[in-house]
C-alpha cells in the first residue's frame, strides 16, 4: 500500500514552512512540503528587492509570535537564510518544483494531484499558498476588447457557447470534458500526446473525442488571435482559422481563489475561505495559512502564527485518527 502522509502542506512560504517546522517540533511524522518554485519562500525571492528591509511588525501590524520561529526583524537575505536553516535543521521533506493541482477527500484521506501527475496520500492537509499565484499567459498578445471571453477558468461560461480550450494537462482536458455536455467544444493542445493527465482524464478525454463531443486540434499551436466583431478569431500554425464565442486557456498556473473552488472550500463574500478559531476550513482535515485568508496583505508572522495554530489542532486530531 502506497505510504499515507499525516500531514501535507502546500505552499513552501512562512506559513508553509512554519506549518512543516512545527509539526517536527512536535515530533509529528510523515509530513511533507510542496512547493512550486525552485526553493522556498517564492514571494520573498521574487517580489522583494534584494538587500530590502523586512520588519516583524510589518505595516505597523504588532504581532507576537506564539509558535517556535524566531524571526524578527532584517533584510531579505537574512529572512531567507531563517528559513534555510530551519528547513535543514529539522530535516523536512520538502518537494520543491511541484505544483500542487488538487486536493480530493475520498473517505477519512485526502488525493494530493501534482501537475506532474504524482499522488500522494494525506490525514490532514494545510493550504498556504498565499496570493500571489497567477495563471499562465500565452506568449502572443491577447486582444484587450477580448477580456470578458478570453478566461483562464471555467466560471463564466453559458450554455451552448462554442469554446475552444488550450492546453494539455489535467485542467484542460477536465473543462473540456465537463463543458462538452453542455458546449460544442475544440480542445487544442500543441503537442499530439497527453502524456501529463491521469487515467480517468485519458478515458474521459477518449470517450469525448470517440463520440466527437470534444472537436481536436492537436499538434498544432495558436499563432494569434484577432477580434472578430466581439469575438475572438484564432489563427492557428497549420493554417486554419475559426471564431470561437469563448477561449479558455488552462496552461499551467492557477489564480488561488480557483484553487480554492477546485477544493470545495466555502468561501467569503471577498473570495477568501471561511475558517473557524483553529483555522480548519469548512473540509474537514482542511486548514488554511498566510495571506490566503486575507482580502489585503498579511504578513510573515502572521503567517508563521497561523502555521502554528493550525499544527496545534491538527495534532489533538491526530491522536484521535
Ligand atoms: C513586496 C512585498 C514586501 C513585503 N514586505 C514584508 C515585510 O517587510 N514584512 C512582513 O512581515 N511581510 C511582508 N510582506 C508580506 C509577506 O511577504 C507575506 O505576508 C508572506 O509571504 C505570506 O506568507 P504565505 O506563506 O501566506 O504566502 P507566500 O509567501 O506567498 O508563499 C506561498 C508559497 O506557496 C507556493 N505555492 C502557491 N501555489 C502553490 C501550489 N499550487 N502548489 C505548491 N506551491 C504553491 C508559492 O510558490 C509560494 O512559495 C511583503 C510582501 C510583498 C509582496
Given at each position: 500500500m502506497n505510504k499515507i502522509y499525516n500531514i501535507a502542506i502546500i505552499g513552501g512560504g512562512p506559513g508553509g514552512i512554519a506549518s512543516a517546522v512545527e509539526s517536527a517540533i512536535l515530533g509529528i511524522k510523515e509530513v511533507i512540503l510542496f512547493e512550486k518554485g525552485e526553493g522556498h519562500s517564492t514571494t520573498i525571492r521574487k517580489f522583494y528587492k534584494d538587500k530590502k528591509r523586512v520588519d516583524k511588525d510589518y505595516k505597523g501590524q504588532k504581532v507576537e509570535l506564539n509558535g517556535n520561529i524566531y524571526f524578527c526583524d532584517g533584510t531579505k537575505e537574512s529572512t531567507l537564510d531563517l528559513f534555510d536553516k530551519i528547513i535543514k535543521e529539522n530535516g523536512?521533506?520538502?518537494?520543491?518544483?511541484?505544483?500542487?493541482?488538487s486536493i480530493k477527500k475520498e473517505g477519512d484521506l485526502f488525493t494530493i494531484q501534482t501537475t506532474n501527475n504524482e499522488i500522494?496520500?494525506?490525514?490532514?492537509?494545510?493550504?498556504?499558498?498565499?496570493?500571489?499565484?497567477?495563471?499562465?499567459?500565452?506568449?502572443?498578445?491577447?486582444?484587450?476588447?477580448?477580456?470578458?471571453?478570453?478566461?483562464?477558468?471555467?466560471n463564466t461560461t453559458t450554455d451552448g457557447e462554442k469554446?475552444?480550450?488550450?492546453?494539455?494537462?489535467?485542467?484542460?482536458?477536465?473543462?473540456?470534458?465537463?463543458?462538452?455536455?453542455?458546449?460544442?467544444?475544440?480542445?487544442?493542445?500543441?503537442?499530439?500526446e497527453f502524456s501529463r493527465i491521469n487515467e480517468t482524464n485519458q478515458e474521459s478525454l477518449n470517450a469525448c473525442l470517440t463520440s466527437q463531443k470534444v472537436t481536436p486540434k492537436f499538434g498544432i499551436d495558436i499563432q494569434k488571435i484577432e477580434d472578430e466583431n466581439g469575438k475572438p478569431k484564432v489563427y492557428f500554425t497549420d493554417g486554419s482559422e475559426e471564431v470561437f464565442d469563448r477561449i479558455i486557456y488552462a496552461i499551467g498556473g492557477i489564480a488561488p481563489i480557483d484553487f480554492l473552488k477546485k477544493c470545495n472550500l466555502d468561501l467569503n463574500e471577498d473570495g477568501t475561505p471561511i475558517v473557524d478559531d483553529k483555522h480548519q476550513s469548512s473540509v474537514d482535515g482542511i486548514y488554511i495559512a498566510g495571506d490566503i485568508l486575507f482580502k489585503n496583505g498579511g504578513s510573515i508572522a502572521t503567517a508563521l502564527n497561523h502555521g502554528f495554530h493550525s499544527i496545534q489542532s491538527i495534532q489533538e486530531k491526530l491522536t484521535r485518527f
Open positions: 523536512l521533506e520538502v518537494h520543491f518544483n511541484t505544483e500542487v493541482e500522494t496520500k494525506a490525514k490532514f492537509i494545510v493550504i498556504s499558498i498565499g496570493k500571489m499565484g497567477q495563471p499562465n499567459k500565452p506568449t502572443y498578445p491577447l486582444p484587450f476588447s477580448l477580456k470578458k471571453v478570453i478566461n483562464f477558468n471555467a469554446i475552444l480550450v488550450v492546453g494539455g494537462g489535467n485542467s484542460a482536458v477536465e473543462y473540456a470534458c465537463v463543458l462538452s455536455q453542455t458546449n460544442p467544444i475544440t480542445l487544442n493542445y500543441r503537442r499530439t
